[in-house]
């Protein structure tokens, strides 16, 4: 399975940003897909996830209320629509799919990509 994240780039606070993780190498009806973020500072920390048949979906308390995550089965493309943004949203972006399920914790994921930069300046 590759993942391929894109739509990162230069927002200022309180602009918004669509992310998109193109999939490829697998059925991708079948596969969990979560997003992640990651500063030098922090862990990687949980964003938000979509199940398979989209019907499941989860967020992290970071961008709770301000990011949406859908998916288009038929682009095999996961997006994340993220709203309000601050300062502290600034980090990497990452995609990650799984085909036992969707997950709220990262080591759950077998398959990564390979991160997308958000910069939020104020």
């Known amino acids: 399975v590759q993942l391929q994240a894109s739509g990162g780039g230069l927002v200022q606070a309180g602009g918004s940003l669509r992310l998109s993780c193109a999939v490829s190498?697998?059925?991708?009806?079948?596969?969990?897909i979560g997003w992640f973020r990651q500063t030098p500072a922090k862990e990687r920390e949980f964003v938000a996830a979509?199940?398979?048949?989209?019907?499941?979906?989860y967020y992290g308390d970071s961008l709770k209320g301000r990011a949406t995550i859908s998916r288009d089965n038929a682009k095999n493309t996961v997006y994340l629509q993220m709203n309000s943004l601050k300062p502290e949203d600034t980090a990497v972006y990452y995609c990650?799919?799984?085909?036992?399920?969707?997950?709220?914790?990262?080591?759950?994921?077998?398959?990564w990509g390979q991160g997308t930069l958000v910069t939020v300046s104020s």
């Open positions: 990650a799919a799984d085909v036992d399920g969707v997950f709220t914790t990262h080591e759950e994921y077998e398959y």
């Open positions: 979509i199940s398979g048949g989209g019907t499941r979906r």
């Open positions: 190498g697998q059925a991708f009806s079948s596969l969990g």
